[in-house]
């Protein structure tokens, strides 16, 4: 079993209660998840176990929403030096990227950032 880390709080948990907490003030059927009186122990564990599975689901719709978003804007950030579309680096800037990705990845052969396609682009980037 692997350890419990500060993402699995930050990133899953802590929303995932969040939304439990919010939905249980909207609808009051799901009032009796959050009593009145204190937790029991198995109470606790029941909300840590659902708000594990609503953190997902809140990071699953987090996720459509952000593609959706990037999408509208022209694809993700790391795409438009590639694309040239937006002006975010001057042509000095975009040199000095190709060589350090050509000095950084060892590839057959030298590559060009205008001439990679989405896929390829997108594989450099998350090595």
Not at 9 to 31: E, K, N
Not at 64 to 74: D, N, Q, R, V
Not at 78 to 96: C, F, I, N, Y
């Amino acid at each position: 079993m692997r350890r419990f880390d500060f993402y699995e709080f930050a990133g899953v948990l802590a929303p995932g209660a969040l939304a439990l907490v919010g939905l249980s003030i909207v609808h009051p059927d799901l009032r009796q998840l959050l009593k009145e009186h204190a937790f029991s122990v198995g109470d606790f564990g029941i909300f840590l176990i659902l708000s594990c599975a609503a953190g997902h689901l809140v990071q699953g719709i987090g996720n459509f929403i952000e593609t959706a978003w990037w999408t509208l804007w022209g694809g993700w950030p790391t795409d438009w030096p590639r694309k040239g579309k937006q002006a975010v680096l001057s042509k000095h800037q975009m040199e000095a990227l190709e060589g350090q990705v050509n000095r950084r990845i060892t590839l057959p052969k030298p590559i060009s950032l205008a001439g990679l396609g989405r896929g390829e682009w997108f594989g450099i980037t998350r090595q």
